[in-house]
């Protein structure tokens, strides 16, 4: 575990509540030198681009997994929670326009940004119909993705399950400060 990474199998064990995560997601929370994260997927099967955004990511300690095809992507996002969905529409096995319908079916709250080199207005209405949150086309600014990600995570229901409470104490996932008594 690189980079002070831990982790952890219990909120309770860092917060000292009990609420237990599922077993079997047990990078569930990541610790990054004492700092929780907030939890991405990156649905995207060209394998240097993938590498190349978790990596810009991961440097701004957010928690990433990525898959390389719609099948693994649809598989991830039907078994962990996650506070951003970063969606390619061209993969392997099953679209990303596919996956984009059957998690807003499961989940409708998770952000979702489209990736894509499909540049038509057609296309982008019709993924903002389809439940897409944000449309970036590749090829795209490393900054310009990370300050996307960032505002999708600061809107409507990711901004309340991005701060967790006990007592007074709070400690915001994104923002990654830690406040107490208000």
């Known amino acids: ?17 009990g609420i237990l995560l599922r077993p079997f997601a047990i990078c569930e929370i990541t610790v990054y030198k004492d700092r929780i994260t907030m939890r991405l997927l990156l649905v995207e099967d060209e394998e240097k681009l993938a590498r190349l955004v978790k990596r810009a990511l ?10 390389r095809n719609g099948r693994a992507g649809m598989d991830f996002a039907n078994t962990y929670d996650y506070d951003l969905m970063i969606l390619d529409l061209q993969l392997p096995e099953l679209s990303g326009s596919e996956i984009l319908r059957r998690v807003r079916r499961g989940n409708p709250n998770v952000p979702v940004l489209i990736l894509t080199a499909r540049d038509a207005v057609a296309d982008k209405v ?4 389809a439940g897409a949150d944000d449309y970036l086309t590749k090829p795209f600014a490393m900054a310009e993705l990370i300050v ?6 600061r809107r409507g229901p990711g901004r309340r399950e991005s701060v967790l409470r ?9 923002t990654q400060q830690v406040r107490k008594g208000g």
């Open 1 to 17: 575990m690189d980079h002070g990474v831990r982790s952890l199998r219990l909120v309770s064990a860092l917060l000292g509540i």
């Open 58 to 67: 991961v440097a701004e300690r957010f928690s990433v997994d990525v898959a």
């Open 126 to 129: 019709a993924h903002f119909e």
């Open 148 to 153: 996307r990600a960032k505002s999708l995570l």
């Open 166 to 174: 006990v007592n007074d104490l709070e400690l915001d996932r994104l």
